[in-house]
């Protein structure tokens, strides 16, 4: 059988345990169950090996991949059998890869991503060993409006600038960070993402204003405030050295907000910990708690939260 490790935040199946003659087939039957009913093959080699990494961000599922060269090939007969649609993006991290959907055909080299929809034909070619991320976004959760989604599934996207880039990098810290993400945490992370997915096909489609580059910078704030949530050094200087621009941008980009960013530090800091107090068992310090969350000690916590829910934490839980 397949050899399925465990990880925090992170389950693993590798075929190296494997006979060789069943690889593939093993492989094809994890692929079916985590990205979609698919069918696989290896070019006709017998070496064939494969490894994924996989878990969820809220809704959003995913996988890295390690695999030697093979291609899969999704038919209308596979499709009629799933129940759910899906946008699948593939950032393409080592070798090249061939898409297929709509009667095109998109290349990608290590640094580029795509994306395309599950509900609909599409054939993946990996004429080379890769190393792929693989996001399954529910079709619900990304609004897209009037796009034009036909022109802009199988296309090429940069990690290297625009607002693709900062969707890249979105992809990258989200699967990186599973095994310590939080469910709050892991909700705003998704949030993210989806949402500079959706500004990346705004500025393919022509729809590249000041206005999607400022919800981006919003975008790209606040999944990094979601991650260092915990952090009791986080700050607004320490956002803008993370993201290397000033403290003006990030009050230009937080204007409408009517917390502006330090007030959306702690508000974000203060649901979170109350979210925390509610889960907690009874009987848990509400020190420890503000301490785990990034509070200057109670008597700042208890004053914030005071002020937000007009009464004090311990009264909150006694409630």
């Known amino acids: ?52 990494a996989f878990g969820h961000a809220s809704d959003l599922s995913l996988c890295e991949l390690a695999v030697t060269r093979h291609r899969v090939l999704r038919t209308p007969d596979l499709i009629r059998r799933s129940d759910r649609g899906f946008y699948k993006v593939v950032a393409q991290l080592e070798g090249r890869a061939c898409f297929e959907q709509h009667g095109r055909a998109v290349w990608l080299s290590p640094g580029e991503w795509s994306l395309y929809d599950t509900t609909e034909a599409y054939a993946v070619s990996n004429p080379e060993s890769v190393r792929q991320l693989v996001l399954m976004v529910p079709k619900q959760r990304l609004p897209l409006g009037d796009l034009p989604m036909r022109d802009l599934t199988v296309q090429r996207f940069s990690g290297s600038n625009g607002v693709s880039r900062l969707a890249w990098e979105a992809m990258r810290s989200a699967f990186d ?136 934490p311990s009264e909150y839980r006694n409630r």
């Open 1 to 52: 059988m397949i050899r399925r490790m465990q990880q925090p935040g992170l389950d693993v199946i590798s075929t190296e345990s494997v006979a060789p003659r069943e690889r593939l087939p093993m492989w094809g039957d994890a692929v079916w169950k985590l990205i979609g009913g698919l069918r696989s093959d290896a070019f006709g080699d017998e070496h064939f090996n494969g490894r994924i």
């Open 177 to 312: 960070e599973l095994p310590a993400m939080s469910t709050p945490v892991a909700e705003g992370v998704a949030d993210t993402v989806v949402q500079l997915l959706r500004l990346s096909l705004m500025e393919r489609a022509g729809c590249h204003t000041a206005l999607t580059q400022r919800e981006a910078l919003r975008d790209r704030i606040r999944e990094l405030i979601a991650r260092q949530l915990k952090d009791p050094r986080l700050s607004v200087d320490r956002i803008a050295a993370s993201l290397n621009c000033s403290r003006r941008h990030l009050y230009n980009a937080f204007a409408d907000e009517p917390d502006g960013l330090a007030g959306t530090i702690q508000r974000e800091r203060l649901e979170a910990t109350r979210r925390a107090l509610d889960a907690a068992p009874i009987g848990t310090s509400i020190t420890a708690l503000a301490d785990d969350w990034g509070w200057g000690g109670l008597a700042q916590f208890s004053r914030a939260f005071k002020a937000r829910y007009g009464c004090s």
